[in-house]
């Protein structure tokens, strides 16, 4: 049942799931413009700790480290996407009308 009506957030995602899940068939989100929301910050940490130049803890990035352990998403390609793939998921399964650059 979660495979096809998925998760609210990805926070509701146990550890032990993520290896049966396909975002590219699994909604991740009640509403996709909450992925919206949530993805500006996961970049935003994505950036941060990608391009400084210091060695950082990735537990000082939460969100960026559950998209990583969950999705393997490590790169702004890898976000992106992630991001194109959940909104034509949205638009052809739930009838959604919404742009990749909203």
Not at 20 to 34: C, E, G, I, V
Not at 59 to 76: D, Q, V
């Amino acid at each position: 049942m979660r495979q096809f009506y998925g998760y609210r957030n990805p926070s509701e995602i146990k550890p032990a799931d993520a290896s049966a899940l396909d975002f590219r068939f699994t909604p991740m989100y009640s509403d996709p413009r909450l992925m919206f929301d949530e993805v500006a910050q996961v970049a935003s940490e994505l950036i941060t700790y990608n391009t400084s130049p210091e060695t950082l803890d990735i537990n000082g990035f939460p969100l960026y480290k559950r998209y990583n352990e969950l999705f393997g998403i490590s790169t702004e390609q890898h976000l992106d996407a992630y991001v194109r793939t959940q909104t034509a998921l949205y638009n052809r399964k739930f009838g959604y009308e919404i742009s990749f650059d909203e």
